[in-house]
């Protein structure tokens, strides 16, 4: 399967606990995007890297969040001292052209 | 970032054509025309893009008239796995991605 490939597919955490997801993109595609997605809405954008280079941060992302991307290939989202505000899924997307993203399915997290 | 309107949600019934409008009022000239698709707990997944008249491919045809403050995402002959949430996007590239509610389309049997 060469498609956006998201790890793990959900995940249950305590409040206060730190978390980290895995998104591997497309091979070859120079970039990726993370995003958020509550019950209801659209996707929000997160963060966007073009190689390993974050270029592009929301408001979102608070200070407890943080996204890598080393090497350019696979990135991680972390989030610090989780909070219940925090439960959703996080897509990761990626894009050689800029213009059609391939997504992964997500990961659903619950904050308890 | 231009914003875009479309309805909530729409209902149609199985084998019938489903028209979706989109305005987006803003466009910009570098500005291209993009449908997604989005079943529950999946990611979304693009269906068509454009940038003015006409553009067909397997799934969907999408109309966009001369002005380009909307356009109309057409799906021929709907089935019962086409309900899903469908979102228009404008931008002139990935990096202006932004989602708005989306339509929840549903079909019926």
């Known amino acids: 399967d060469t498609g956006v490939s998201q790890n793990p597919r959900h995940k249950i955490t305590k409040r206060g606990q730190n978390v980290t997801f895995r998104c591997d993109p497309i091979?070859?595609?120079?970039?990726l995007y993370w995003y958020r997605q509550t019950l209801g809405q659209g996707p929000e954008f997160l963060t966007y890297?073009?190689?390993?280079?974050?270029?592009?941060k929301s408001r979102l992302l608070s200070d407890r969040f943080s996204a890598e991307r080393p090497k350019g290939s696979f990135s991680t989202l972390e989030i610090q001292r989780t909070e219940q505000g925090d439960s959703a899924m996080y897509l990761c997307a990626s894009t050689p052209t800029g213009t059609e993203a391939f997504f992964g399915q997500g990961t659903r997290l619950t904050v308890v | 970032l231009a914003k875009t309107t479309q309805p909530i949600s729409m209902d149609s019934y199985e084998g019938q054509e489903v028209n979706i409008t989109c305005s987006h009022n803003n466009i910009a000239t570098n500005d291209y025309i993009t449908w997604y698709q989005q079943f529950p707990s999946q990611g979304p997944r693009f269906i068509i893009q454009?940038?003015?008249t006409k553009v067909t491919n397997e799934v969907a045809s999408l109309f966009i008239p001369a002005d380009r403050k909307s356009s109309t995402l057409s799906l021929p002959r709907v089935s019962l796995s086409d309900t899903a949430v469908y979102y228009c996007l404008v931008g002139g590239s990935a990096r202006q991605l932004t989602f708005g509610s989306g339509t929840q389309l549903t079909v019926l049997p």
């Open positions: 890297f073009q190689n390993e280079a974050q270029l592009e």
């Open positions: 454009g940038y003015k």
């Open positions: 091979s070859e595609h120079n970039r």
